[in-house]
């Protein structure tokens, strides 16, 4: 199958040096490595000129916009599947791609999405997070997971994830003006449509973020509009008992290893989670300029 990589950047350093240095490096080559680009003054990368199937568009900070930048770089693809990352995940070896697109060979299966890890030592609050979200055994979901997985059924992510490109086109790509979450309302309305989606636990990237719990706030905030403003399953699905969950075990299994000192930064962490998700579900009943504050996403709500 054709396969076509698609990257979104802005600002990128050198986690995106890693991420095509690495992507040179795999055993199955994409045909084409497409980066739709913020602001053309603030790319700069050395790796990018050594690729032989780098293609750049470059747009306005005005321009972008989480779906639809994602559609416009897409429309310009023909292979049979697009791979979505993002420029701060590097493949974590060289049979990532290849693993990826592996359950494309089953017709039903219209998405795939890799698994995510973190640095045990820079960040083990994150990796564990990782660990539980993102976990060692590969499984394929359907409609009839959800009274079991509940939300975890349709999650996916535009770090590190692949598309059928006919069912992408059909279904009209990911929504336009989305704040966030782009990834789980398109794979929210696969499940829908009673397709597959992938989890590849073989196909690794290196991807974490160092959150505060303020930002850790602001990002629940704008997941839980996403949700709000889509609705579907992404809201008669409840995903409160999930979080719940995550932390008890991250409690469990920090406290297991004697590390007491990691159970405040857990509260404050996820206490941050919680509080931002319900403000998020409830955002329509906040006055303008509160939104903006809480948002990850000021210029949004502009």
């Given at each position: 199958?054709?396969?076509?990589?698609i990257?979104?950047?802005?600002?990128?350093g050198?986690?995106f040096?890693k991420?095509?240095?690495?992507?040179?490096?795999q055993t199955l080559?994409?045909d084409?490595?497409l980066?739709?680009?913020?602001e053309?003054?603030?790319?700069?990368s050395?790796e990018?000129?050594?690729?032989?199937q780098?293609?750049?568009?470059?747009?306005?900070?005005q321009?972008?916009d989480?779906g639809?930048?994602?559609?416009?770089?897409?429309?310009l693809?023909?292979?049979?599947i697009?791979?979505?990352?993002?420029?701060?995940?590097?493949?974590?070896?060289?049979?990532?791609?290849?693993?990826?697109?592996e359950?494309?060979?089953?017709?039903?299966?219209?998405?795939?999405?890799?698994?995510?890890?973190?640095?045990?030592?820079?960040?083990?609050?994150?990796?564990?997070?990782?660990s539980?979200?993102?976990?060692?055994e590969s499984?394929?979901?359907?409609?009839?997971d959800?009274?079991v997985?509940?939300?975890?059924?349709?999650?996916?992510?535009?770090?590190?994830?692949?598309?059928r490109?006919?069912?992408?086109?059909?279904?009209?790509?990911?929504?336009?003006?989305t704040?966030?979450?782009?990834?789980m309302i398109?794979?929210?309305?696969?499940i829908?449509?009673d397709?597959?989606?992938a989890?590849?636990?073989e196909?690794?990237?290196?991807?974490?973020?160092?959150?505060?719990?303020?930002?850790?706030l602001?990002?629940n905030?704008?997941?839980?509009?996403s949700?709000?403003d889509?609705?579907?399953l992404l809201?008669?699905?409840?995903?409160e008992s999930?979080g719940v969950r995550?932390?008890v075990k991250?409690?469990l299994?920090?406290?297991?290893?004697?590390q007491?000192a990691?159970?405040?930064?857990?509260?404050i962490?996820?206490g941050?989670?919680?509080?931002g998700?319900?403000?998020?579900?409830?955002?329509k009943k906040?006055?303008?300029?509160?939104v903006?504050k809480?948002?990850?996403?000021?210029?949004?709500?502009?």
């Amino acid at each position: 199958m054709k396969v076509d990589v698609i990257i979104p950047t802005y600002k990128p350093g050198d986690k995106f040096e890693k991420c095509l240095r690495m992507l040179r490096k795999q055993t199955l080559q994409p045909d084409r490595i497409l980066v739709i680009n913020t602001e053309e003054s603030l790319f700069h990368s050395r790796e990018f000129s050594k690729l032989s199937q780098g293609e750049i568009i470059h747009i306005k900070k005005q321009e972008f916009d989480h779906g639809g930048t994602r559609n416009r770089a897409a429309a310009l693809c023909d292979g049979d599947i697009l791979v979505l990352m993002t420029q701060d995940a590097i493949p974590a070896g060289e049979h990532m791609l290849e693993r990826l697109v592996e359950p494309f060979a089953d017709e039903a299966v219209c998405a795939a999405y890799g698994r995510q890890l973190a640095d045990w030592k820079e960040n083990p609050l994150e990796a564990y997070t990782r660990s539980f979200n993102y976990p060692g055994e590969s499984r394929t979901k359907t409609k009839a997971d959800l009274p079991v997985l509940g939300i975890k059924t349709f999650f996916c992510s535009n770090v590190c994830a692949a598309y059928r490109k006919t069912t992408y086109d059909d279904m009209g790509g990911f929504p336009l003006h989305t704040i966030f979450n782009e990834d789980m309302i398109f794979a929210s309305r696969l499940i829908v449509a009673d397709k597959k989606i992938a989890y590849v636990a073989e196909a690794k990237v290196w991807h974490w973020h160092n959150y505060s719990a303020g930002e850790q706030l602001k990002r629940n905030f704008d997941l839980a509009v996403s949700q709000t403003d889509w609705g579907g399953l992404l809201t008669s699905v409840k995903s409160e008992s999930e979080g719940v969950r995550l932390v008890v075990k991250t409690l469990l299994h920090f406290l297991g290893k004697g590390q007491v000192a990691m159970v405040p930064h857990i509260v404050i962490q996820n206490g941050a989670k919680y509080v931002g998700y319900k403000l998020g579900r409830n955002y329509k009943k906040l006055p303008h300029w509160l939104v903006k504050k809480l948002s990850f996403n000021p210029s949004y709500w502009e």
